[in-house]
């Protein structure tokens, strides 16, 4: 008896990483691979859910769960397809969802993989937030004398490790445009 087994990775169409941006319309590709199916014709589906990693429930965008699915006839005994969900994603920001996938052989579920702890199939949402100040007197009150220094501090929620850099502009609040000098 050979069982059928399939494993994932997510990744943000936009970033191809794990790390995307809550944004108004994101697209994660779920890339799941598979060993062991039948090369006689059979046609198998895989289904994927989204869940929301520090709660393990599903992932509720306007009421219903974001869902993908495709039905395919594999041409070799391993390899891969590909789940695309496409959802509002404003509400995740701090969060990370997790990626659970299900291989159906008519309608009978033959494999699964559903591990909330798998950062491959994981993909995060990180808070990331500023606070500016005075480094002389710790606020956010300049003196009109027009020499100023200033300090930004970067605060990150749910950013996965790795190395990043970190670029900012001043901004004219007013215009909401780059502040220039001259």
Not at 147 to 172: A, R
């Amino acid at each position: 008896l050979v069982v059928p087994n399939i494993r994932t990775t997510a990744s943000d169409k936009d970033t191809g990483k794990n790390v995307a941006n809550a944004d108004d319309k994101v697209t994660i590709i779920d890339t799941v691979s598979y060993t062991n199916l039948s090369t006689d014709g059979r046609e198998y589906k895989i289904e994927g859910k989204l869940m929301v990693k520090s709660t393990g429930k599903p992932l509720l965008v306007d009421g219903k769960e974001v869902t993908s699915s495709k039905t395919f006839v594999p041409s070799s005994r391993d390899g891969y397809e590909t789940l695309e969900f496409t959802f509002n994603a404003e509400a995740l920001k701090g969060e990370s969802v997790v990626c659970f996938e299900y291989l159906k052989y008519k309608d009978i579920e033959i494999g699964y993989h559903t591990s909330l702890s798998d950062e491959n199939q994981t993909v995060s949402f990180p808070l990331i937030f500023t606070t500016v100040k005075d480094p002389d007197d710790n606020d956010k009150i300049l003196a009109p004398d027009g020499n100023y220094k200033l300090t930004d501090t970067v605060t990150f929620k749910n950013l996965p490790i790795g190395t990043y850099t970190i670029k900012g502009v001043l901004m004219d609040q007013d215009t909401n445009k780059e502040f220039l000098i001259g």
